[in-house]
């Protein structure tokens, strides 16, 4: 069993940086690989980004590569996602997720936080 509790969202201007954070109980956390997703209001949960359990592989959606990182420090059950040149269309919830398959597919996490709201105004 795996709980989830993200930080770090906030109302921000287009352009500036936000970092969130994902805290994750347990001891089982290294074993999982991690994912944020965002789901907009009216809109399907979307993918985002995920990161493999070592923290070796990454990987990103078309809409936020190369403004957005992922990363994760197993030794503080942490995955974070850094947001650069945020957009007005990022507004979203930011979930994180652990699942167990490298996957952009919602379906194939378990375990899932309760969201940080992330608001970019233009």
């Known amino acids: 069993q795996v709980q989830l509790v993200e930080s770090g969202g906030g109302l921000v201007q287009a352009g500036d940086s936000l970092r969130l954070s994902c805290a994750a109980s347990?001891?089982?956390?290294?074993?999982?690989?991690m994912g944020w997703f965002r789901q907009a209001p009216g809109k399907e949960r979307e993918f985002v980004s995920t990161?493999?359990?070592?923290?070796?592989?990454?990987y990103y959606a078309d809409s936020v590569k190369d403004r957005f990182t992922i990363s994760r420090d197993n030794a503080k059950n942490t995955v974070y996602l850094q947001m650069n040149s945020l957009k007005p269309e990022d507004t979203a919830v930011y979930y994180c997720?652990?699942?167990?398959?490298?996957?952009?597919?919602?379906?194939?996490?378990?375990?899932w936080g309760q969201g940080t709201q992330v608001t970019v105004s233009s």
């Open positions: 997720a652990a699942g167990q398959y490298f996957s952009g597919s919602p379906e194939h996490y378990d375990y």
């Open positions: 347990g001891r089982t956390f290294s074993r999982y690989l």
């Open positions: 990161i493999h359990s070592s923290g070796g592989s990454t």
